[in-house]
């Protein structure tokens, strides 16, 4: 059974940037698409983009267009999220998830997430 | 992007019916997903394709999808079942989630 796992928790400073990984063990990477979905605190969720790591293409929602990139490795079966000139706006729990053909496309499985503060 | 319209809460009480709904222009010709979280947790996918279940969703969930309007049904609701839900659609390139919405079971 795949399981995705996030890296730890960040705190970060205005205009900096974080990355956030995602690695998948136990299952099948690299032919599904991963996405990145964030929830700021008491809000709902909201889609950024993901990726097919099988051929490196990626998709991001408009108002992220600017700022994200996501990449991923197949040798260690990890995804990364870079969100470059953070505000107290990014503050929120950043999750990965995958994308699975036996459910036309939902996301299966997620991550446990990980918290992103952005604070002076 | 597709704008997606939830009730920010529903309440049910123990045994009873619950039904969340999300409308969007046309949502009857796209697929619908709903997922549940818990607070604290991740969410957990709980239909598929409008009314399919993932295996391990009780049977006592169920979905439609017709006109502007999808609906999440939980039949014999269970204060377990408290929870916030989230409709999503997919576009061509992008993906959109309603507002959500908490199910009270009081």
Redesign the interface.
């Given at each position: 059974q795949v399981q995705l796992v996030q890296s730890g928790a960040e705190v970060k400073k205005p205009g900096s940037s974080v990355e956030v990984s995602c690695k998948a063990s136990g299952g099948a990477f690299s032919n599904s698409v991963i996405n990145w979905v964030r929830q700021a605190p008491g809000h709902g969720l909201e889609w950024m983009g993901g990726i097919f790591p099988i051929s490196g293409k990626t998709k991001y929602a408009q108002r992220f267009q600017d700022r994200v990139t996501i990449t991923a490795d197949e040798s260690s079966s990890t995804v990364y999220m870079t969100l470059r000139s953070l505000t107290s706006d990014d503050t929120a729990m950043y999750y990965c998830a995958r994308e699975a053909d036996w459910v036309a496309n939902a996301y299966d499985i997620w991550g446990q997430g990980t918290t992103v503060t952005v604070s002076s | 992007?597709y704008e997606l319209t939830q009730p920010p809460s529903v309440s049910v009480s123990p045994g009873q019916t619950a039904s969340i709904t999300c409308s969007g222009n046309k949502l009857g010709d796209r697929?619908v997903?709903w997922?549940q979280?818990k607070t604290g947790q991740?969410?957990?996918?709980v239909i598929?394709?409008d009314n399919?279940r993932?295996s391990g969703i009780p049977e006592r969930f169920s979905g439609s999808n017709s006109g502007n309007t999808a609906t999440l049904t939980i039949r014999q609701t269970q204060p377990l079942d408290e929870a916030?839900y989230?409709c999503?659609v997919?576009n061509r390139?992008?993906?959109?989630?309603?507002?959500?919405t908490k199910l009270t079971v009081l």
């Open positions: - | 992007s697929y997903y997922y979280q991740s969410p957990v996918l598929w394709q399919r993932p916030d989230y999503q997919r390139d992008s993906v959109d989630f309603g507002g959500g």
